[in-house]
T-cell receptor, first 114, second 113 residues
Framework: QQQVKQSPQSLIVQKGGISIINCAYE??????FPWYQQFPGKGPALLIA?????SEKKEGRFTISFNKSAKQFSLHIMDSQPGDSATYFC?????????????FGTGTRLAVRP | NAGVTQTPKFRILKIGQSMTLQCAQD?????MYWYRQDPGMGLKLIYY???????DKGEVPNGYNVSRSTTEYFPLRLELAAPSQTSVYFC????????????FGDGTRLSIL
């Protein structure tokens, strides 16, 4: 069964701290690993994504670290801000003509304390 | 720039009733998807479509039907509503290429009582 396991379920970080969310996958056919951010009452929005040919991708304060041999990837949020308080989902898929069928993790609710 | 629009935003149904959740996108995306989101469970794929006239089942299709007659619209049909279908439903479009992410609507919150 295609699964993506995400931890922790919830996370509280002080303003300026580093938030780290971890995910592990089973299906070695996955070749696209996005992270989505979701605010209450809104749909998920793409935050950052990585392909398995690189081990790290950074966009501003957000970094994905990818370990292909361990089948794990993680999101690091540097200098966390109260505005980052949201639910974060990791996901994985196999890109191709049959569609981009994302398998999502169960989500991490992040609260950044001022 | 509307993106993905879902209607209605909220709905309460009685057991056994039927309804259609509407989804429209204005980005000319071929790929469209329906997900359901339950507390602590992430999002699960219900159905998806790779183009007008082509649909296929996702992970949790039972109790739902879809159609895709045009590129823009991808409605989701519940024929006999059951309490287990109480959820938040998200429509998305895009994806299938690495530089084209899936864009999500803001969801339909559905309660079956």
């Amino acid at each position: 069964q295609q699964q993506v396991k995400q931890s922790p379920q919830s996370l509280i970080v002080q303003k300026g701290g580093i938030s780290i969310i971890n995910c592990a996958y089973e299906n070695t056919a996955f070749d696209y690993f996005p992270w989505y951010q979701q605010f209450p009452g809104k749909g998920p929005a793409l935050l950052i994504a990585i392909r398995p040919d690189v081990s790290e991708k950074k966009e501003g304060r957000f970094t994905i670290s990818f370990n292909k041999s361990a089948k794990q990837f993680s999101l690091h949020i540097m200098d966390s801000q109260p505005g980052d308080s949201a639910t974060y989902f990791c996901a994985a898929s196999s890109l191709g003509g049959s569609g981009d069928k994302l398998t999502f993790g169960t989500g991490t609710r992040l609260a950044v304390r001022p | 720039n509307a993106g993905v629009t879902q209607t209605p935003k909220f709905r309460i149904l009685k057991i056994g009733q039927s309804m259609t959740l509407q989804c429209a996108q204005d980005m000319n995306h071929n790929y469209m998807y329906w997900y359901r989101q339950d507390p602590g469970m992430g999002l699960k794929l219900i159905y998806y479509s790779v183009g007008a006239g082509i649909t296929d089942k996702g992970e949790v299709p039972n109790g739902y039907n879809v159609s895709r007659s045009t590129t823009e619209y991808f409605p989701l049909r519940l024929e006999l509503a059951a309490p287990s279908q109480t959820s938040v439903y998200f429509c998305a479009s895009g994806g299938a290429v690495s530089n084209q992410p899936q864009h999500f609507g803001d969801g339909t919150r559905l309660s079956i009582l």
